[in-house]
């Protein structure tokens, strides 16, 4: 996984609330075994005006110049601005995938579903829930400003804006470590398999019809 | 517990003796415990000092689509599937419902299948395959098989494992990272979430079901609503459904943002699961059945948030716009966005109308459709058939109505509903009746809207594009659908 520390990153608005994951990665890419290459297809039924099918040269297809994603100002952002319960919706880690793949490291919104907030941390995205009214502020100002940059730091759990504004945010303990080191959870858990042998044997013992 | 000098690992096994613990925590166990809290602390395997802690998992269930990678994963970096009888697998997501015996016409779709069919033979993984009769939505076959049990701790990468939890188990949708954890480890790292309680009291009327209540909590509570929680569903309206109705209510939780939904186990719980093939018998069906019987809330167990409904005012629920939560009585009326205080609130309305090709204040029993779909894992148990069957019986669907399809949620529901005869009746009225799976809850395989198409369905997602892109969803309960596919409009099936 990529390390998460710091980050000096465009700002894209996507300014709708619960945008769901459905949205973000379309079912029809879901077929696909592999973890990778869903960047193309993000936003698909947003970022398009023709219908999106797996294997299509996506270079040749007609995008929507309406849709946030392609206007020119907001080409290579890395980081999401965007509204309440972003990521509801299905599990599909395909979301946070194709959100990775397409170039994002941070999404800043007031409230994330639960499913998809956790899902981010395994693929070195940071989600950052900030008030409503901060989130509006920003939205505000990256309209205003042509090339609207935020530095994002994970250690410090800030981010600034170019006027100097700082803005706070949360983010537990254990995620934070394990995103700035890129660690994987899987080879942490393993090292506490004495345990969790320990766990299996008495838990069956209480209930063998487990 | 901020207020200890270093945190300890606590263990407790349930009907056991506490091992080792943390005072402050000892405290709350020995005072009164909701289900979740007996749920997730029978299953805590250590935790950490930010409370993050490591969760056995009892149960897997395993479909095509969030677990190739998972897999794939594995074998990368070359670990073992932890406990691979914990795991049953099946394809719902992808499988066509029908033409079966030609198998799957989409390349894509079906390298997926096959990846799953080869990736649970190389790992000694139960799999039911596409033409087994026991195939089905993954979230039919767990309870069918008797693979859910009171207790459990029950995951899938699929957000609504919620459904499980109609059995006083403690079920959550994972992404495929999270598949590949368990896989690997037999556990998760997950925080306690907060407890809410959703209170539904009284006597439904006539023609309401399961499926109104849960669009009604989530009216009420909103898309983000439970968000944190864990919602345990209680109180006498509760306690009186059926398990197809419960399955359908928790099924929705996730609607409402809420990870887990979960019911108390009671004799409807235990009636249900006796003699099922996965189920305990003789000697360990009653050491089971009596831990199960101590699996609901204690009397005067906190919980951190409590809405209550009473039933009687439920009426059966219409969705308008593209999100769970825009939904009305079927005797109301589209809102009018301009009414809308919040501009957020007001702008995803009007977003919602110009998708869904509707204005504001139209009532709802005017809005034609052009399909209906009864199926998904919310609203495709037999119960469900034979309310549908209940309405559709000796009438025809309405011309206006392009297709009326019925998708059984499993092959032996499938097959229960044809010994009653419930397939000649959907045949009879016009509804096509087809194989199980997921179908057009998703619109993964053929079975999709056109652009502009309105339905009447029983399913979980009205967002845009989930039925097919341009399509237009309502969800409503089988009843409902059997009745707007005879009538060419949605109609009150409290008054038929």
């Known amino acids: 996984m990529q390390k998460f520390t710091v980050l000096d990153g465009l700002v894209m608005p996507l300014d709708r609330a619960n945008v769901d994951t459905d949205a973000i990665i379309p079912k029809q890419f879901l077929k696909s075994i592999k973890r990778s290459g869903f960047g193309p297809n993000a936003f698909d039924e947003w970022r398009y005006l023709d219908h999106g099918e797996p294997g299509m040269d996506n270079s040749k297809r007609i995008p929507n110049p309406d849709f946030v994603l392609n206007r020119s100002r907001y080409q290579g952002a890395q980081i999401l601005l965007t509204r309440e319960n972003f990521g509801c919706g299905s599990s599909r880690e395909h979301a946070p995938w194709a959100l990775e793949d397409y170039g994002f490291r941070a999404i800043i919104a007031p409230s994330f579903a639960d499913i998809f907030f956790n899902n981010c941390f395994k693929n070195g995205l940071l989600p950052i829930r900030l008030d409503a009214e901060?989130?509006?502020?920003?939205?505000?100002?990256?309209?205003?400003?042509?090339g609207y940059r935020l530095k994002i730091d994970l250690e410090q759990q800030s981010i600034t804006a170019p006027d100097g504004t700082v803005y706070k945010f949360e983010v537990e303990a254990f995620r934070k470590h394990c995103l700035m080191n890129g660690l994987d959870d899987i080879?942490?858990?393993?090292?506490?398999?004495?345990?969790?042998?320990?766990?299996?044997?008495?838990?069956?013992?209480a209930q063998p019809w487990l | 517990m901020c207020s200890l000098p270093h945190a300890k690992t606590y263990t407790l096994w349930h009907n056991r003796d506490l091992l080792k613990t943390e005072t402050v925590q000892a405290k709350q166990l020995m005072s009164a415990q909701t289900l979740y809290d007996k749920l997730w602390n029978s299953h805590v395997v250590r935790q950490e000092a930010d409370g993050t802690a490591l969760i056995y998992i009892d149960r897997h269930l395993v479909h095509e689509v969030t677990s190739p990678q998972a897999f794939e994963g594995l074998k990368l970096a070359g670990r073992k599937l932890w406990r691979s009888a914990s795991i049953l697998a099946v394809a719902d997501h992808n499988v066509p419902t029908k033409g079966r015996a030609q198998g799957i016409a989409d390349p894509i779709a079906r390298l997926q299948v096959e990846t799953l069919d080869s990736n649970c033979a190389e790992y000694g993984v139960n799999e039911f395959k596409m033409n087994d009769v026991r195939?089905?939505?993954?979230?039919?076959?767990?309870?069918?098989?008797g693979a859910t049990l009171?207790?459990?701790?029950?995951?899938?990468?699929d957000?609504?494992?919620?459904?499980?939890?109609?059995?006083?188990?403690?079920?959550?949708g994972i992404g495929t990272s999270e598949v590949e954890h368990v896989m690997a480890t037999q556990c998760l790292l997950m925080k306690k979430s907060k407890a809410m309680q959703v209170l539904v009291d009284g006597a439904l009327g006539k023609g309401v079901t399961a499926k109104d209540i849960a669009l009604a909590v989530i009216g009420k509570i909103g898309t983000a609503g439970g968000t944190g929680y864990a919602i345990e569903f209680a109180d006498s309206a509760i306690r009186a459904l059926s398990m197809e109705g419960r399955m359908t209510l928790c099924n929705m939780a996730i609607e409402a943002g809420a990870r887990a939904g979960m019911i108390a186990a009671d004799d409807t719980t235990i009636d249900y699961?006796?003699?099922?093939?996965?189920?305990?018998?003789?000697?360990?069906?009653?050491?089971?059945?009596?831990?199960?019987?101590?699996?609901?809330?204690?009397d005067g167990a906190q919980f951190d948030a409590t809405i209550k409904l009473d039933a009687a005012q439920i009426r059966p629920q219409v969705t308008w716009g593209t999100s769970p939560e825009m939904v009305v009585a079927v005797d109301g009326r589209v809102p009018d966005p301009a009414t809308m205080i919040d501009p957020v609130k007001r702008e995803g309305a009007e977003r919602a109308l110009h998708y869904m090709g509707l204005k504001a204040n139209t009532p709802i029993t005017e809005i034609k459709i052009d399909k209906v779909f009864i199926g998904s894992c919310t609203n495709a148990r037999i119960e469900d058939m034979r309310a549908a069957a209940a309405v559709a019986k000796g009438k025809h669907v309405a011309p206006n109505v392009k297709l009326a399809m019925v998708v059984p949620g499993s092959g032996l529901v499938k097959q229960q509903a044809e010994q009653e005869g419930l397939d000649k009746i959907f045949v009879a009225a016009g509804f096509e009746w087809r194989d199980p799976g997921c179908s057009m809850c998703l619109a993964m395989n053929d079975d999709r809207l056109a652009p502009g198409e309105r339905c009447a369905a029983t399913s979980n997602r009205n967002f845009e594009g989930r039925q097919g892109q341009g399509g237009r969803t309502h969800l409503v309960s089988p009843e409902m659908a059997a009745a707007a596919a005879i009538a060419g409009h949605f109609v009150d099936v409290s008054k038929i």
Request: net charge neutral; glycine share 10%.
């Open chain 1, 187 to 205: 080879g942490l858990t393993l090292q506490h398999v004495g345990e969790i042998k320990d766990y299996e044997a008495k838990h069956r013992a």
């Open chain 2, 150 to 157: 009171p207790g459990m701790t029950v995951v899938c990468g």
């Open chain 2, 135 to 145: 195939q089905g939505i993954v979230h039919v076959i767990g309870p069918e098989q």
């Open chain 2, 159 to 172: 957000s609504h494992t919620s459904t499980h939890g109609a059995f006083a188990a403690l079920a959550f």
């Open chain 1, 134 to 146: 901060k989130v509006d502020a920003l939205f505000k100002a990256v309209e205003a400003t042509p």
């Open chain 2, 273 to 298: 699961l006796k003699g099922r093939p996965f189920a305990p018998q003789g000697e360990l069906w009653d050491k089971a059945v009596a831990y199960w019987r101590t699996l609901h809330s204690d």
